[in-house]
């Protein structure tokens, strides 16, 4: 029965050893994950499709307009006899790109009075006219500047929503990097504790055959003992931080909370580590393009108000057909006549306090934003020379601890070689252990921070995303269940 059943619970472990074998997965493979996950980023994408949607708006206010109306009323004719009129009247407008407007009209009155007034005129009768009307701005509203304005306008819209978007992924990049190092950090000091286990191990169980000679010391023991408890202590407390991170970057993906995940450690992807990097950096830069946004709009902003300052002065021009048509008291009649035209009409405001204040306000505007752009500018450029000489410096520190690792090595081979000669007692030996973990941690721990830099140096300037997908736009979104 015991033997039954220990088979059982080492089936049940090996199933369950399995079902959490830690997924290893590169950086670029976790953001991905993290970007077909995170349920605030598709916001970003509606805003950016709605932000699309209103050029389609600006672009469909050039289609054409229909307007039709009708009715029937009961009043005084001109000549003062009471009469019945129906009226249908209709018109089929459109601005034209160059900011003309381009109409046809037509209306039909039909007009019966109680009594004639008299046997000439018609009674009942019909009118009839059609006609084309084009009208020409001549100074305010000239080559339509509403139009191209709004359309331009919502491209920046666009753009806006486009480096909002590029800004909140760049955030979570951003976070993503922090929360990765930090896991990257722990499992390489957890490799270095287990190392530094196994060492204890090893010496452990050299003191341990030597006191069976009587060649050590109870002390000996007693020091290897607290070095080993010492290390299981730090190791355990690793492993609850390791937790910690993995559960943070199982939230971002969308895993289980205690899914296993080991890290590919990426490689340097630099080769040209120079401020040539800042062209990409300010073409990458979502705050760039939200402040050149800002700057466009200003400019848009400046045009429109000096259009609405300046007078309107509209050249109309128009031509169609009239007719009367009806019985009289001697026979019928059917006019036909073409008529048409051309008027100028203008109109100014006589205070105009109002439009100077608008293109003021709007110069302002641009003041602002270029004023931004300079510090967006500068801060890119400052950012980018403060990684790089993060970089240089890591680097140099990698050296030093490479060779100092080198020194620990060979003076830990040394120290164990003068202890098992009796030349040297067991405090040396751990202290010269402890700082070969240490200088080996070190070492560790700055390749871990020059990969940081490489990443956000990637992040910087753009190349993080070359290999990421955006999710597509989804319109099925159910309501979240609480």
Known sequence: MKTRLRHVIAAGLLVLTSSLQAQTMSFDQVLQKVVDH????????????????ESIKVASTLGWQLNVQGGINHDLSIFGAPADTVNLAGSLARKLDSGASLSVNANLNRTEADYAISP???NPATTSSVDVQYRQPLQKGADNPDFVLAKDNARVQQRLASADRASRYDQLASQLVDIYLGLARVQSQIANTEEAIARSQRLKKYIYRRLDLGLAEDKDKLQVQAQLKGHEATLQTLKQAQVK??????????????????????????????????DSVQQHSPALQAVNGRVKLADNNIKASRDARKDQLDLVLYLGNKTNAGDTGSGSINDSEVVGGARLEFNRGLDRSGYDAQLYQAQLDRYAALSDKRQVLEDLKYNLASLLADRDSVKQTIQAFEQSVVSEQKKLKDAEKRYRQGRTDTDQLIQFEAQLSAAELNRELQRIELLGIDQKLRLLTGQLWHNIQYPPLNLSEEEPQP
């Open 38 to 53: 995170y349920p605030s980023l598709r916001t970003t994408e509606y805003q950016v499709e709605k932000a699309r949607q």
């Open 120 to 122: 000439s005129l018609p």
């Open 245 to 278: 991170q993995v559960v943070a970057l199982n939230r971002l993906m969308g895993r289980e909370p205690q899914a296993a995940l080991e890290l590919e450690q990426p490689r340097p992807v630099f080769d040209k580590q120079d401020m040539r990097l800042l």
